[in-house]
């Protein structure tokens, strides 16, 4: 009798798990219904991809594809007019000869008009020769300013003194002779070190180099208008461009 009344709760158990595992719904793991899908997508795809066909279009002209002329401006202020005119023959050789690009000067709107013809082969020829250009009108000499046209990792970057510190008056006057020096001493060190050329134009400093050059004569320049002591900012210059040396 004893052995009846323990094998009870034990059947019943089993039937209480059975109950529970009806009750629970099965369901379906995502890798199938993923197959499943990707299955129906491909019968799809293979339906469809034989009523469709690649278009046919006949290749385009090259007067087409190349577009309209392009052509840029750049202002001559008063003061680079006697300049532009004695240096126009050196201006106007690269530009034709070389780029392939057509200029001239227009008299009535003060401006070196350049434009593309149907010699131009290199895009970039445009950028160039108005970069050139440009260089000369804010007072570079030709022979420099010919560098950008030859060289395509030099740049051109202009800034105020007022930029970096407002100074007004006798201030200002001093900024600008602690940036030349006597005789124009420190402007030449800085771009003999640096490997970059200068022009003081009243408040406008314009520096003429490769990028990393720039920075070292940019920074230069504004230790001075800051105050520093030109020797100070020597000695600053040569650790810096020894160090750039080193890594090249």
């Known amino acids: 009798m004893d052995a009846d009344k323990n094998s009870n709760p034990d059947a019943g158990a089993v039937s209480e798990s059975k109950d529970d595992t009806e009750s629970f719904t099965k369901v379906k793991s995502k890798k199938t219904q993923k197959r499943k899908r990707e299955q129906d997508g491909a019968d799809m795809d293979t339906e469809g991809s034989v009523a469709h066909k690649r278009p046919q279009f006949p290749p385009i002209s090259g007067d087409k594809l190349r577009g309209p002329d392009e052509m840029r401006k750049i202002p001559v202020p008063a003061h680079r007019y006697t300049p532009l005119k004695e240096n126009w023959l050196k201006i106007f050789t690269p530009i034709v000869e070389n780029l392939q690009l057509q200029v001239r000067f227009n008299l009535k709107t003060r401006n070196v008009e350049i434009k593309t013809c149907k010699e131009t082969q290199d895009i970039s020829s445009l950028t160039k020769a108005t970069d050139f250009v440009r260089a000369f009108v804010l007072g570079f000499q030709v022979e420099d300013a010919l560098a950008l046209i030859r060289l395509d990792e030099l740049f051109l970057e202009s800034f ?47 520096i003429l180099g490769s990028f990393q050059n720039i920075k070292m004569a940019r920074t230069a320049i504004c230790n001075l208008i800051l105050g520093s002591p030109p020797s100070k900012v020597y000695g600053n210059i040569r650790v810096v461009a020894s160090r750039s040396a080193e890594r090249f």
């Open 160 to 206: 105020d003194i007022t930029d970096v510190k407002p100074l007004k008056g006798d201030h200002l006057s001093r900024a600008i002779g602690r940036i030349a020096g006597k005789g124009g001493k420190t402007k030449f060190t800085i771009e003999n070190v640096t490997k970059t050329r200068i022009v003081l134009a009243e408040t406008k400093v314009h």
